[in-house]
Structure formats: C-alpha cells, structure tokens
C-alpha cells in the first residue's frame, strides 16, 4: 500500500542554530516542502537583522534540499506598524510567549492584559500576519492551558481581524474553543496524538516525551484525534519537534521537547491508517496550512510506504520519538 503525500509541512518547528541546527534542519528538509520555524533562540528573533541572518543560517544547513523556511519573530509588545510592515515581507507570523514558560521564552510577554498587547495586536491583524501563541499559564501544570484559556477568548473577541493559532493545543477544552470563535486556529502534534501523562509519568519516568505543554488525560487526547483525523479544516500539523542533546534529555533537570521531525510522517501514516481515515492526512500535513496561511508551498511529493521502518536508537545524539521501534509506514521515494 502507497501514499502519496504533497508538499508536506511542518507549521511549528524548533530548528535551534550553530550545531544542532546542522544536525537538525536536514531531517526535516528532506521530506518537509516547508516549515514555521520558531524564533526561541537565544537570544530570541527580535530584529530583523537577526531573522534575516538566522534565516541565512537555515538555508546553509539544509543545501540543496527544496525546503521553505517560514520564518517568524518572537513577539514584543512594542514592535510597531511601520516595523511590522517592513517586517511582513519577511516572516510568515509571530509567537507569542508568555514570560519564562518553556525553553528560552525568558525575554516573553509578562502581561496578557490586552491594553498591554494593542498596540502590535492591530498592526498585525491589520497587515495580515497571524499570531501564534504559547498559550500556557505558571499555575499547575494540568491546568495551565486550560487557564489560558480566557486568554485565548479575550484575544479572539477582541481582535476579530487577527489570525490566532494556538500552538500545539492539548486539551479539549482548547478543541472546544476552535467552535467558537471564527479567527481561532490550532497546530496539533505528533506527541500529543499518541501519549498522555501515562506514557511520561505513570510507569518508569520517559524523560524523551517530557515537553511542554504536557501531555494530558485520555480524553483530552481522544478530542485531539477527533479533529485531527477528520482533518477539521483549522487545525494543522504542527511537530512541535524540539532536539535536545541525549545528556540535556536524560539528565535531572531534564529540558523539554520531544524529537519527532525525521518520522513525523512515518508515524502520522500509521496512525492515519489505522483510523482509516488515510485519505485526511493530507489536507491535516499541507492543505490546511495552505489555507490558513494564503500559502503555495515548494512541490515536493512524498511517497509513503506501508513497510517496516525501523527508528534508530538516536539521529546524531538527539533521541527520536519511537527510538528503537518499529513503524509501519516508511518513506519510499521523495520528489
Ligand atoms: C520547545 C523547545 O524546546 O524549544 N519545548 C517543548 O517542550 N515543546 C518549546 C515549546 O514549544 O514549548
Ligand atoms: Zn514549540
């Protein structure tokens, strides 16, 4: 059994820089037509200069691979219209970190109090670029998307005309919130399809799915899946694959991110499959995204395979999701 999959994409990657990023962005080049690649560096993409270089640095790093690098900045609350206006021929969106939430996001937002963001939230709604959003809260863990909620809605209500994703969404009641409100979008993991605080936490601590946010409760997964394989038109696969080195993932203090870039689509196959909802992976992998983001990527085909493809143990000392097991789908040929 084949699929054909065209010019897949990535909405929401983690491509690092100086080393890693030559071990990682080849991975994903290979068999993505194009990827948001996220501006968590530190320090973070703030000018246009350093998104213009970093952008630079990623097209080096992946050669001749036929691969888009969309780029994004990472959002200050003071950026400016005739900033932004320079800035929308570069980048594809920004992201939006509250304060000190996940890895480097020290420089984030430390208010959600829309008075504070209003000045960048109608520049962007009125150019046209999407908002991208972390959308956590510092309360417990379980709770914080869910609390971030109201966030989310205060955006959405307020700011009709601005295009908000939510980020590598976890819970149902952020798949609720994708019903309510029109200018609301979502990105979905590979990760959070797959595991729920079981697979992290409840037997032998698995430091390699540790990430933030946390994966959560059965039926919070089961919505995520609800949406995802009937390819609901707003949301988009987004890996959310973030490396660390081995000894930064199996150490106490462990940093947060799971690898899944180079078996996303393997494993996305499989899973489609055995849903037999093949036919909606690919509108969830491309044609979503194309939608959202007014977008024609690179053509790339990507044939997948239903044969046995075997994940190695670590891809230049970052430890991919599924190490040592075998998937059922691999990659056939790319064109
Ligand atoms: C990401 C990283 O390592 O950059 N980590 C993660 O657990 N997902 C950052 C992020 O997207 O939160
Ligand atoms: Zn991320």
């Known amino acids: 059994m084949e699929l054909i999959i065209n010019s897949p994409l990535d909405m929401h990657l983690h491509l690092r820089d100086a080393d890693m990023l030559n071990k990682v962005a080849p991975l994903s080049s290979h068999s993505f037509a194009g990827a948001i690649i996220m501006p968590n ?16 640095r990623v097209q080096e790093s992946i050669a001749d691979d036929r691969f888009e690098p969309l780029m994004t900045l990472f959002f200050r609350n003071d950026y400016d219209f ?14 939006l970190y509250p304060t000190g939430i996940t890895t480097n996001s020290e420089g984030g937002v430390k208010s959600m109090d829309i008075e504070d963001l209003r000045q960048t939230f109608e520049a962007m709604s009125e150019l046209g670029i999407p908002l991208l959003v972390h959308g956590e809260t510092n309360g417990f863990v379980m709770d914080r998307e869910k609390e971030f909620g109201s966030v989310y809605e205060q955006f959405a209500k307020n700011f009709p005309k601005l295009k908000i994703v939510m980020e590598h969404i976890t819970t149902k009641h952020s798949v609720d919130l994708l019903d309510r409100y029109e200018n609301l979008y979502a990105t979905i993991t590979l990760h959070h399809l797959h595991i729920t605080l079981d697979d992290v936490a409840g037997g032998m601590l698995n430091p390699h799915l540790f990430c933030k946010p946390i994966a959560k409760r059965p039926q919070d ?29 199996e150490s106490c203090g462990c940093a947060a991110g799971v690898f899944t870039a180079p078996i996303a ?35 790339k ?35």
């Open 82 to 95: 005739a900033f932004l206006q320079e800035a929308k021929r570069h980048i594809s969106a920004i992201k």
């Open 41 to 56: 560096l530190a320090p973070p993409i703030t000018s246009l200069q350093a998104l213009k270089e970093y952008k630079k």
């Open 265 to 299: 689509l393997q494993a996305l196959a499989a899973l489609f499959e055995k849903h037999g909802v093949l036919q909606n992976l690919q509108p969830f992998v491309s044609d979503n995204a194309r939608a959202i983001y007014y977008f024609e990527p690179i053509k």
């Open 301 to 335: 085909e990507v044939i997948l395979e239903k044969k046995p493809f075997f994940v190695p143990s670590s891809y230049r000392g970052v430890v991919p999701m599924f190490a040592n097991s075998t998937l059922d789908w691999s990659i056939k040929n790319i064109t």
């Open 221 to 249: 997964k089961e919505a995520l899946l609800r949406v995802a394989l009937s390819a609901n038109p707003k949301v988009m696969f987004g890996s959310d694959s973030a490396p660390h080195p081995r000894d930064k993932k």
